[in-house]
């Protein structure tokens, strides 16, 4: 018997919200801190802070929900898209870049990020001018659930990567998780992921302190960062400065990063049975998105996008209530002021994240083809399965992306943004169109009506 999804969290009490919201921003830290610490790398230490990046997704989470009229229970991390962006910016020798160091190229990346921010809002206006049927005719289901499932299933060679230096653990992080959720019982039930976490961490310090290593002889835990951190300390914030080279390096990834949004607006929409691209409308979900990534380019982080991890925590607890989510971005505020906590939650050993993920990542794909299903595509049509089958290769075989020159700047179009605009012409050129965007909000309406 599936578990009623619980739209108001208050009814459990403020204590096991503030543990809902606290699971929340576990399912998010690593992938968060992850994009700074690989720019820093491209920038060779002179790269972005994990506290203003800390602060950037907390603070662009709650302007999210603002924008969104704190209807829409997406979390905002840190994206990967603009990775290739950065590591472009920081190899630049030429112009202006010639003679600068690392630490002076960073602010001209965070400026383009600013500008891939202010191309969401562009977007966002366009989609209230036109309305958002119109642009709906573009996005049916036999697009979007195919996308949804290429956005679970993309992320999977990170959940095995990270699972494989540590098997043991991952393995005990799964089966907590697993165990928990089939059965648990009362609140046991809905923090599935947070006891995962803590569990297996347990048996991470067991394990470290019995001499074991992970599969590549390192230590399982590594307490010298935490150590050396200070307990409280402002973020180092870095002002953003504009210059055409870079924003032609950075502002274009916002066509895939557009296109990966729709996606997961729609994989939340399907989580929580509720259709957000109406309500409040695809146009205030970019906006926010949008202004979101504009405020960390703006004060030095990375660019921000609505999180997978977090989606699959909500099918996961079946807890829906956004406010909970506003939790989980005043603890990653809270979090920023304190390099030493931040540290410390940093040493979890990658194997419980990819232990843990081995259920958050296909929870999305389940997603994708339940939406599929509920909203009765047929593929008994050639048309349909073209479209689905060219949407799943792409994004799943282009694992690189592509990588295509204009006037002397690369661009790099993602997997999934390769998927999402493929499918997209293809669902506009092919004949044979059964998807009445109209009908399915009618039937959608019917349906929750139904089940309530």
């Known amino acids: 018997m599936e578990t009623k999804a619980i739209k108001d969290a208050s009814q459990l009490g403020t204590a096991k919200m503030l ?69 472009t910016i920081a190899s630049l020798n030429t112009g202006i870049y010639a003679d600068m160091t690392m630490g002076e190229k960073l602010p001209y990346a965070c400026g383009g990020i600013v500008v891939a921010g202010l191309l969401y809002i562009v977007l966002a ?12 005719k573009y ?40 165990f928990f959720n089939i059965w648990g019982r009362g609140m046991w039930k809905i923090i599935p992921i947070l006891l995962g976490v803590v569990i297996s961490y347990v048996f991470a310090l067991v394990f470290n302190a019995a001499g074991m290593t992970n599969a590549d002889g390192s230590a399982i835990l590594d307490f010298t960062n935490v150590a050396a951190a200070k307990v409280v300390a402002v973020q180092p914030f870095v002002l953003c400065k504009f210059d055409i080279t870079a924003i032609l390096v950075m502002a274009p990834i916002a066509i895939a990063t557009m296109m990966e949004h729709v996606g997961d607006i729609s994989a939340i929409s399907a989580t929580v049975d509720e259709n957000f691209i109406e309500d409040p409308g695809l146009h205030r979900t970019l906006m926010g998105d949008g202004l979101a990534t504009a405020f960390a380019g703006l004060v030095g982080g990375p660019a921000n996008t609505t999180y997978g991890e977090n989606t699959g925590v909500l099918e996961l607890s079946r807890v829906h209530d956004p406010r909970v989510i506003r939790l989980a971005a005043v603890y990653a505020v809270v979090l920023s002021f304190s390099p030493k906590v931040a540290e410390l939650i940093g040493s979890l050993p990658t194997a ?28 008994t049509k050639s048309r349909n399965l073209i479209v689905a089958a060219v949407i799943l290769v792409s994004g799943l075989g282009f694992s690189d992306g592509i990588t295509f020159t204009v006037a002397g700047t690369p661009i790099t179009l993602t997997s999934l943004a390769i998927a999402a605009i493929a499918g997209i012409v293809l669902n506009a050129i092919l004949p044979g169109k059964d998807y009445d965007f109209e009908a399915s909000k009618n039937d959608a309406k019917k349906l929750k009506e139904f089940k309530d």
């Open 19 to 87: 543990l809902l919201g606290l699971q929340h921003m576990f399912a998010m830290f690593g992938a968060t801190i992850l994009v700074p610490i690989l720019v820093n790398n491209y920038f060779e230490g002179e790269g972005l802070s994990v506290q203003v990046t800390l602060f950037c997704a907390g603070v662009g989470t709650l302007l999210f929900h603002f924008i969104t009229k704190r209807k829409v229970p997406a979390f905002l991390g840190s994206s990967f898209a603009f990775l290739g962006g950065f590591a």
């Open 139 to 178: 996005l049916p289901p036999v697009v979007t659930g195919p996308i949804i499932i290429c956005i679970g299933l993309s992320l999977a060679p990170s959940a095995v990567t990270n699972a494989s230096t540590n098997w043991l653990l991952a393995v005990i992080a799964f089966a907590v998780v697993l």
């Open 352 to 379: 419980i994240i990819g232990g843990v993920s081995f259920v958050l990542y296909g929870m999305i794909s389940a997603i994708g083809v339940r939406n599929v299903v509920e909203n009765k595509v047929d593929f």
């Open 125 to 136: 206006l366009i989609i209230k001018v036109v309305g958002v049927e119109k642009v709906m």
